[in-house]
């Protein structure tokens, strides 16, 4: 199982992005998922999850902005960040945990750059 984790780059403040985390290999769908981040010196935090229900939660430092969504046809979880911060910046995992197996598969990281 591979996970595919694209859609980072450079942004100004105010903008928009849309990450995406495409799963391939031995992997059903319509598995829990969720976003990372890791800026520099800090460390890794959650940003948001979508259950397998499709339940979403996410940090307080992203609520209103940033949303969860999955599409189970393509095997993969998106995230749409509005609004961004320079404080957003930061490398982007997103993590899939394959329910028939409860394995944690993880993709490469993104680098998502906000510039104020």
């Known amino acids: 199982v591979q996970l595919q984790a694209s859609g980072g780059g450079l942004v100004q403040a105010g903008g928009s992005l849309k990450l995406s985390c495409a799963a391939s290999?031995?992997?059903?769908?319509?598995?829990?998922g969720a976003w990372y981040r890791q800026a520099p010196g800090k460390q890794r935090e959650l940003v948001a999850s979508?259950?397998?229900?499709?339940?979403?939660n996410y940090a307080d430092s992203v609520k209103g902005r940033f949303t969860i969504s999955r599409d189970n046809a393509k095997k993969t979880v998106y995230l749409q960040m509005d609004s961004l911060k320079p404080d957003d910046t930061a490398v982007y995992y997103c993590?899939?945990?394959?329910?028939?197996?409860?394995?944690?598969?993880w993709g490469q990281g993104t680098q998502v750059t906000v510039s104020s």
């Open positions: 993590r899939v945990t394959a329910w028939t197996t409860g394995i944690d598969y």
């Open positions: 979508i259950t397998r229900g499709g339940t979403t």
């Open positions: 290999g031995s992997i059903f769908s319509n598995n829990a």
